[in-house]
Structures are given as structure tokens and as C-alpha cells.
């Protein structure tokens, strides 16, 4: 999906904390509409700006959240350990090369998407952005809420959410860590994320989702 408010629209990369940015500006009244409302579930979950671009229109801010992908690839994991590996919608080629191994499992993600899963999905929900005439930005999964009430603001949405109600809004969809093992990122595995996501990474030893 896309969310739409009168003046912005934001884009669902998955594991980026777009559940969270929905959640919060539901709470808020700010959400219109929804893009692709009457697609399948995955479909209204995560719309790229192509497949929303005639419902979000020339004049609405775009705005998609970025998250360093060291990060990422251990809560996209995480989720699949807690969830499964779905067989219809939601599915994905990487499905097929699972392994209970985070290491084993980035190994064959990277071997099948050598430039990077996590920038191949970016550039894909982008794609069209910059020939775009909207004025666009990227949210810093880690300044999340806060990124996004100051381009709220800054788009001229009205009764923005102040910074206040951003910090003090509780992150949505987090895997419970008392349940599931927190994988170690092993050298193997950083090296491996960080030669194909060389773009947005910054390396660390240990990261959890």
C-alpha cells in the first residue's frame, strides 16, 4: 500500500517500520485513503510508487523509510523464523533458499541477488521517483516518527504531530526477543551484506531486529 494523507503519501518497504508510520498517523486522523485498497493483502501492505503513482497524484510529498540493511537482513530473517516462509501471498524468490542458519541464509540470498536484496527492493519501490514532479524524501528508520512529523510539517499537512507524540509513540511489529533466537552477525555475514549493500551499509559487529 501507499498511505495517503491531503498532503503526503508514504511507501511500505517491508521491515523499514512502515507498520509503525501507519499506526501513527491512523492515530492521528491524518490517513485519506489507502492505495491498491482492493488488491490482496501483500499487495496493500507494500505498493511501490509506480504501481500508486495515479492515486498518489503530482502534488502529494512522498516519503519511504530507509534502514541500514545490516539491520534489515536480520529482521527480515527474524520475521521469516517467526512467521514461515509463506507459499502464497507474501511470497518471495528468497523464500526458497531459506535456512534456519542467519549466516547459511544471507550466503544464498547474497548468491542469488549479488547487488544486494535490500537495494534491489529499494530501487524497485523508487523506481519513477525521480523523473517524478513530486518532492520526495527518505525516513531514517532510526529518527523514524520524528523524521516524519518534520516532513508532515514541512509538506504543509495540517494538525502535524508534534515531535513529543512521535518519541512517545511505541514501535509496532517487533518480533519478541524472549521467544526467538537473536542471531549473531558473523564476519561471514556482515562481509557478505556489506559488499553487495556497499550503498547503504555501516558496518557492526552484532546487530538485533
Known amino acids: 500500500m501507499a498511505v495517503l494523507t491531503k498532503r503526503t503519501a ?3 518497504l517491508p521491515k523499514t517500520g512502515g507498520t509503525t ?30 504501481q500508486a503513482q495515479s492515486e498518489i497524484g503530482p502534488d502529494r510529498f512522498v516519503m519511504i523509510a530507509s534502514r541500514d540493511p545490516l539491520d534489515w537482513y536480520v529482521s527480515f530473517w527474524r520475521h521469516r523464523q517467526r512467521h ?21 541464509w544471507v550466503r544464498n540470498v547474497i548468491g542469488m541477488y549479488p547487488d544486494g536484496l535490500y537495494t534491489r527492493m529499494f530501487q524497485g519501490f523508487t523506481d519513477g ?3 517524478a514532479p ?9 529518527r523514524l ?7 508532515l510539517e514541512y509538506a504543509g499537512e495540517e494538525n502535524a504531530p508534534s515531535h513529543e507524540q512521535a518519541t512517545a509513540f511505541r514501535p509496532l ?3 519478541p526477543r ?26 557492526v559487529k552484532e546487530l538485533t531486529a
Open 173 to 175: 511489529n517487533a518480533a
Open 84 to 104: 514461515g516462509t509463506p507459499k502464497g501471498a507474501g511470497w518471495m524468490p528468497v523464500d526458497d533458499v531459506w535456512s534456519d542458519d542467519f549466516t547459511t
Open 10 to 12: 508514504f511507501l511500505h
Open 145 to 151: 516518527l520524528t523524521d516524519l512529523c518534520w516532513y
Open 21 to 50: 508510520v501507519r499506526a501513527f498517523l491512523d492515530t492521528h486522523g491524518l490517513i485519506v485513503r489507502e492505495t491498491n485498497s482492493g488488491e490482496p493483502l501483500a499487495s496493500r501492505m507494500h505498493s511501490t510508487f509506480r
Open 129 to 131: 521517483l525521480i523523473d
Open 178 to 203: 524472549s521467544q526467538f533466537e537473536v542471531p549473531v552477525m558473523t564476519d561471514e555475514a556482515e562481509t557478505l551484506i556489506v559488499a553487495a549493500e556497499h550503498k547503504h551499509c555501516r558496518p
Open 134 to 142: 513530486n518532492q520526495w524524501a527518505i525516513l531514517s528508520s532510526r
